[in-house]
């Protein structure tokens, strides 16, 4: 027989993350419309989401860590999808590196509206600020692990030096993420990731291919 205990905290765990979600959706529609994360107050939130100022902050300190818990999740699911890209070995051909980034830009793609409102909340948040700077951390340190296994393996340009390699292709793949995806559909979208595919490519594995 489970404990009212764990019922209850199950129970609060629902309730707060409904609340999330709806507030979110506040959040993605308000941004969509033109406004900015910074500008839109708490009671704003409240209001348009239909719940009281008591019951945001029996869920959430602020707006930052609406964000922050939101974060937390879609930043596991972005790593996940790049894991396809990082097993890639010496077999793979530039097809199979273009599937790998089409899941990682098409997992980012829904998430744009939010990702957004998380930079401008980590410019004046320092505990978004972390987390954001962790995301990167996490996944240049990714990257880089792969760049080596390659090198090792005779499939990725050894003259490259790893970590500065994985630093900035990443963070360019983060400003394109953040403004050039965000804004694309159809085919323009997969005009970016073939652009995105041939830049990896040719940094990384085309000058062993020669």
Excluded at 18 to 31: F, I, N, Y
Excluded at 35 to 51: C, H, K, Q, Y
Excluded at 96 to 118: F, I, S
Aim: charged share 25%; proline share 2%; net charge negative.
């Amino acid at each position: 027989m489970p404990s009212v205990t764990r019922k209850s905290q199950s129970t609060r765990t629902q309730r707060r993350d409904d609340a999330r979600h709806r507030l979110l959706g506040v959040v993605e529609k308000l941004l969509e419309e033109g406004e900015s994360f910074t500008e839109i107050s708490v009671e704003r939130l409240v209001s348009e989401a239909g719940m009281s100022r008591s019951t945001f902050y029996v869920y959430f300190e602020d707006k930052g860590d609406l964000l922050r818990a939101w974060f937390e999740d879609i930043t596991t699911e972005l790593y996940g999808a790049a894991t396809d890209w990082f097993a890639l070995d010496a077999s793979a051909s530039q097809a199979d590196l273009r599937a790998a980034l089409d899941k990682v830009v098409k997992t980012y793609k829904p998430h744009t509206t939010l990702m957004a409102a998380t930079y401008d909340a980590a410019a004046y948040d320092a505990n978004v600020r972390e987390l954001v700077e962790g995301m990167m951390t996490t996944n240049i340190a990714g990257l880089r692990k792969h760049i080596k296994t390659g090198q090792s393996g005779g499939f990725v340009d050894p003259a490259l030096p790893a970590a500065q390699t994985a630093a900035w292709l990443q963070w360019m793949a983060e400003r394109g993420l953040h403004q050039l995806v965000r804004t694309a559909g159809g085919a323009e979208l997969e005009k970016l990731i073939d652009a995105y595919t041939g830049i990896v490519w040719n940094t990384l594995y085309a000058p062993t291919r020669k």
